[in-house]
Each structure stands twice: as C-alpha cells, then as structure tokens.
C-alpha cells in the first residue's frame, strides 16, 4: 500500500533550557531536588549527538507503527547516509517480516558525481579547459542515472550503457570511442545513428585527453563492479526516488529554518504544520480553525483553494519534458561560465596555499 502521504513523524530535541540552567547545581541540594521534583516536562526528549538522530528517529517510528497505524513498514527508501536501516531491519522480527532496503535512483546517480568530484579534487591536472569540468561531471552523472533506469534488471545492458557513457563523452573527431554505444537507426547515439543512416549529422565534441580517460576509468570499473550493479538492480527495480521527502523537508525548513534555533514546541508546531500542508493542501487551516471552534469566511475558503490550484498548475508545470530540459540547459551554462572564471582567475583560494 502506497498512499503517498505521511503517516508518522517524529520531532527530536536535545535542547532544555531549565535543565540547561541547573545543570551545574548541586544534584544533592533541596533546591535541585525540588525544581526536579516539578520539572516532569522536559523539552528534550533525545541524549546523543545530533548524526544519531536519524537512526533513533527512524526507529521510533517503525516500533509504534502496529500501535498506531495497525501496520508494519516492510520497505526502508535511504540513500546509505546513516544506520537508520541497520536499526529497524530487523524490528518486526518476532512476526517473521525483514524489513527490505531500497535504493533511491537519484541517490545511486549521485555516486559517479560524488566519485568524479573526489578524483578531481585529489588530481588538479585533471581539471581544466578540454578536460574534467564541472559541466562534464554533470553530464557524466545524468548519464549514469539514464544508463539506470534504461536498463533495471538487465546487468549486462546495464554496465555496457554505463561504460558507453563515458567513451561517448570522450570521443572525438580523431579518435571516436562508440564502440560500446547501442546501434541502429534508433541509437541515441547521434554517432552510430549517423552510420546506420549513411547520413553525417552528428558533430564530435572536443573529448578528452588520454591521460584523463586513464584516470576515469578505474573509478567507471568501480561503479560497474557485478555486485554493485546487481544490488541497483535489485533495489532500484521500483524506479523510485526520495523527491516526496525532500518536498517535505523544504516544507519544514520553510517554517524553521535551520539556521534559527528553535524549541521543541516551535519545532513541533512548524512540523506538523507542514506536514498537514503536505497531505491535504491549504485546507488544513480550515479544518484547523473548525477545530478551534472557528468558523473560516468563503474568503478564506476560496483563497486556500486558489493556493492550492497554484500549487498543482506549478508542479505540472515543473513536471513538464520541456520545463525540465530547460532547467538542465541553464545548469549546463551555469557550470560553462563556472569552469570558464576558474580558468580566466586561476586558483584563488585554498586552505593554507597563500
């Protein structure tokens, strides 16, 4: 069952200004025994550092879900950041249900990303006009993520798409590297498209130095490894990614920011505020009001439904083929200009270098 709504959340706090305050009291005093006497509400409801939060909320989570709900998650989405799985994999243990991990696509494509921008920051030679730039990386990496999702359950076709994506970037006028590209006149390779056709359409790029594809490729080999591949064919078959969650944690962060401390009680108000938001729209202030005993005017009630039309016509919008080539046209540029002052400036900062 997959509703798409948020069904539990939990709010974590290791802040309590009283217990900040008598901390250093004497713990055998009657004036710390009696304030902890009264102090039976204390805002903070989690010891630890602040990485452990994920794991302890999740937790939290999963154990009340048959309490709550009457139901058991059977599937974790992560992306591998925390031990939030290794938590609750096994947390409905005595039913005789393993709780599933699966891969976010969008997480999996972000690895080459991750893996090229390391490599390029550990070898600067191979940064540079006609070499590894940020806009490559980023096509390198939207590559990898299409080789995925072309080819779910096909391990073979799978890593022969990832290496094809790599020599097709590299390719050049004097030295093509299709061979791992799919033929035909149907290839989205304009390259073996043109060979199929007998036409001469497609123009080469100016590729990449030998030297640089040498360093590539370890790291493409890496990424391709069968066990590695078989695990993205195995957790990613669903085709899912994590957007619905991180819609929400902008929703969030919209309320509290992350960069203003908060109370546990602002932080509970701004969350399930956008939580409620995130279920059923701007409606929840009327249902909130009629909670309160406050009846909402046909202003506002035709205000939060004109909200809410603008909010769906939007993500329509942004859902568009069109809208979401033209987001990767102006990222593209942006990384151009980007590589293009790094270049023209040279290095002009670094830890310790000047």
């Not at 009264?38 to 602040?50: L, R, V």
């Not at 249900?97 to 920051?121: D, F, M, N, P």
Request: charged fraction near 25%; aromatic fraction near 8%.
């Amino acid at each position: 069952m997959d509703t798409g709504k948020v069904l539990d959340v939990e709010a974590l706090s290791q802040g309590c200004k009283q217990c900040e305050r008598h901390e250093q009291m004497d713990k055998n005093s009657l004036e710390y025994q009696m304030w902890r006497a009264d102090h039976t509400t204390c805002k903070s409801n989690f010891q630890g550092s602040a990485p452990a939060m994920e794991p302890e909320g999740a937790e939290r989570i999963f154990q009340r879900s048959v309490e709550l709900h009457n139901l058991r998650y059977t599937e974790f989405y992560g992306d591998g950041d925390s031990k939030s799985f290794s938590r609750i994999k096994n947390i409905y243990q005595d039913a005789g249900i393993l709780v599933e991990k699966k891969e976010c696509i969008g997480h999996v494509q972000k690895r080459v990303g991750t893996a090229l921008r390391k490599l390029k920051r550990d070898n600067p030679s191979l940064g540079g006009r006609g070499k590894l730039t940020d806009s490559l990386i980023d096509k390198l990496q939207n590559y990898y993520g299409i080789a995925i999702r072309s080819n779910v359950g096909n391990l073979a076709g799978m890593k022969k798409a990832i290496h094809a994506s790599l020599m097709h970037c590299a390719s050049s006028e004097a030295r093509p590297l299709h061979d791992h590209c799919p033929t035909g006149s149907a290839s989205w390779c304009k390259y073996q498209k043109d060979k199929a056709n007998h036409t001469n359409l497609f123009k080469h790029g100016p590729g990449l130095p030998l030297p640089v594809i040498a360093k590539l490729k370890p790291e493409y080999i890496r990424l391709s490894e069968n066990n590695l591949l078989q695990k993205i064919c195995y957790k990613c078959l669903h085709g899912k990614t994590q957007n619905q969650n991180e819609s929400l944690n902008g929703m969030v962060w919209q309320r509290i920011p992350k960069e203003i401390y908060v109370g546990r009680e602002t932080l509970e108000l701004g969350l399930y505020d956008a939580v409620s938001y995130f279920n059923i729209g701007s409606i929840s202030i009327i249902k909130l009001f009629q909670a309160l005993g406050i009846p909402s005017g046909k202003y506002t009630e035709e205000g939060c439904r004109l909200q809410d039309q603008l909010r769906v016509n939007i993500a329509q919008h942004k859902s568009k083929a069109t809208t979401k080539k033209r987001c990767k046209v102006i990222r593209g540029l942006k990384k151009q200009k980007d590589d293009h002052n790094k270049q023209t400036e040279g290095v002009s900062y670094g830890p310790g270098q000047f």
